[in-house]
């Protein structure tokens, strides 16, 4: 940095010469600034006759010092400065807009607490303001009053159906086969390394599938669902057919909630076919079972309430990820950052309700003896 | 005495996607402190114009020279010194909504300086008083204006003092004195700094306001029709497209 400075009695001179590019001296700015606000400095001028090339570094250092210098009421003399480092400081001084003041005072406990609870009580209303829409959209889809092309539906229907059939076959395989690997170490210790096959039919067809294809599904489709409707609503989209009068639950979330319903026991049945034939492939081909043996045991832990079971919770998934995606979305703000807000909470929470709603399904079965 | 030295030049340029044309046989000339407008009726391709003249395209035929380097045919870390040194304004201002002003404008003095902290916290404090955003340095995207975002965004495309900056529909969206304000902004850069500026806009009153330079493209003829300053371009119409476009639609041109 090719500057020097002095304090002349009340004037602080600085010299400029030669080039200034990218240059940064933090420790002389310091000295210099200081000196600015020395109360003996009545004037700073600056001396650039043999300046040479400039960039942002050195109009940075005569900003700041202008700005000490109008702050205090102290003269600023520059004639000497090239005309153009001039007028940017004369630009860079402009003031046309001042910032809002900002509370930036921190919240006291209570207040913490307040908003919080105050915030819960809104989401939960919101949550069923939410439920009551597509409660009353579903109403309009079974009197067939509902504005909803057939195209989306059936887009969505390939979306969430056939579109998913590989990824859940794949990890519903490896699921069976994991259960059955696990199962059988600690089944061999009693020589009862066939019952391998009714651990790994009971664990799929009743809770184990539909929780995979649940999972799967969450990050899959309801991601999509609040990601897409979240990006909708940054472009205006939904705005737009708010002031068309079409109903979003109708037009948007119907579509996705309905076909995702209808594909998920498909999908559930799948998984639970994929499973055993994970467990049988275990079996058959490490724990030397016959093949014959194997699926005569599997058949024997197929019950038909199992079954049922779990394809009830497939279908009860199949709402809640079609709800909890299609609800981020509509609430997401209108940033990209939002959008991947909406997405992780329409999966984080399309999971913690699957489980809860697993659990209390599981209670009631055990009520009602099932 | 002006500088007239070419900073950019298009030789042959022609640019589209996959088999559709959208202008071809581009040549025109950029010159260093230009305020240079790329001008036409929608559809005929300025912002793909712009995506190239930036790499974030590559033409069909022909070559760019940025400051006598073959841009379009450098390999990417060339290309890369040449954007770096390149500043560019998008529509919407393209801030980064997760950080504050301040630090949306730090961000490329942090990549690729060596300047201290401290000096880095000075000049994006010199940048956002440039654009007329002095203590908006802690505020979100989110909380500001149409107007100031691009003012922000302007802040940014100038942290590294670029030798050009690119300017995409700089009045879009904006009231006509935000308008004004913007355009009298980018004059002011350009007078001071001596930055080039490269403009696609079709806003009349800011293209003859600010622009030095220009060219029209045409999505009929996929063609540049005409080019020159914009004020005569209005006073001397080549041809019945620019007079109309120039004259906001009126038809009684004569040759």
Known sequence: MNMSFEQKQSQLVVNLTGSFERADNPSMKEALFRLAWDVQTQRIVIHAQTLGTWDSSLVVVLYTLKKIALERGILFQSSTLPKQLNSLLDLALTVDRKPPQRNDETPDFLEVLGTIGINTCQAIGRGLIFIRDVMGALGRFFTKRVVMRSVDFWTELDNCGPKAVLIVSLISFMVGLILAFVGAIQLKTFGAQIFVASLVTIGMIRIMGAIMVGIIMAGRTGASYAATIGTMQVNEELDALKTMGIPVTDFLILPRLVTLVIAMPILVLLADFMGMLGGAFVGVLLLDIPAGEYWKYAWEAFGLTNFLVGLFHGLVFGFVIGLCGCYYGVQCGRNADSVGIATTKAVVWSIVWMIVLTGLITYLCEVIGI | ?255
């Open chain 2, 1 to 255: 005495m002006k500088d007239t030295q070419a900073i950019i030049e298009a030789r042959h340029v022609t640019m589209g996607y996959g088999d559709y044309v959208l202008q071809k046989d581009m040549n025109f000339t950029v010159n260093k402190h230009d305020i240079f407008i790329i001008m036409g009726g929608s559809g005929c391709g300025k912002s793909s114009l712009l995506r190239l003249l930036t790499g974030l395209n590559q033409p069909l035929k022909g070559d760019i020279f940025v400051k006598g380097i073959n841009f379009t045919k450098a390999d990417s870390d060339v290309q890369k010194n040449i954007m770096i040194n390149n500043g560019i304004l998008y529509q919407s201002g393209a801030l980064f909504s997760s950080m504050t002003l301040a630090e949306n404008v730090a961000l490329p003095l942090q990549q690729y300086t060596d300047y201290s902290q401290q000096t880095i916290q000075e000049l994006v404090s010199l940048k956002l008083a440039l654009v007329g955003l002095a203590g908006f340095e802690s505020f979100y995207p989110s909380e500001i204006s149409g107007g100031m975002k691009k003012r922000a965004g302007l802040a940014r495309a100038l942290a590294l003092d670029p030798e050009i900056v690119y300017f995409d529909e700089p009045s879009a969206g904006l009231d006509p004195i935000s308008s004004k304000l913007l355009d009298d902004l980018m004059k002011n850069i350009n007078q001071s700094l001596g930055t080039t500026l490269v403009v696609v806009t079709h806003e009349l009153s800011s293209l003859l306001d600010i622009g030095t330079n220009g060219v029209f493209l045409d999505a009929e003829t996929k063609t540049i029709i005409a080019q020159g300053h914009p004020k005569d371009l209005l006073k001397n119409p080549p041809n019945e497209t620019v007079y109309e476009f120039l004259t906001r639609g009126k038809t009684e041109y004569v040759k």
